[in-house]
């Protein structure tokens, strides 16, 4: 459980991990970070190519956000099967943190 604090730690939480994008299904996801911070979130392939970049912002005040992925990439094209990895990536002073989570995209029968 996220506590905003200075202490804070750099952490994402998606759920569910199985998206389904031709249903039309979202994956709802949180993450939280440290005051005075950048804020990456990412879908990389399990190569470590880049698909996307969800969110980029700077942060004055600690706190978690809450937001949705289509299961597309920057091109706006709905992704392949397959496992990929959503990232955060917290920047703060010279230290970067980083937390990974594992997504499934699947296919509709």
């Excluded at 299904?25 to 970049?53: A, C, H, M, Q």
């Excluded at 978690?64 to 289509?70: A, D, F, G, P």
């Amino acid at each position: 459980i996220f506590t905003a604090s200075e202490n804070s730690k750099t952490s994402i939480d998606p759920e569910p991990f199985v998206l389904i994008p031709s249903r039309g299904e979202v994956l709802k996801y949180s993450y939280s970070f440290p005051s005075n911070s950048r804020s990456i979130v990412s879908i990389y392939d399990l190569s470590g190519r880049f698909i996307t970049t969800l969110f980029d912002k700077y942060h004055e005040s600690p706190g978690t956000r809450e937001s949705e992925w289509n299961g597309r990439n920057h091109l706006g094209q709905i992704l392949n099967p397959g496992t990929y990895l959503m990232q955060i990536e917290t920047i703060k002073g010279g230290t970067i943190e980083t937390d990974f989570s594992p997504v499934v995209i699947g296919v509709q029968k």
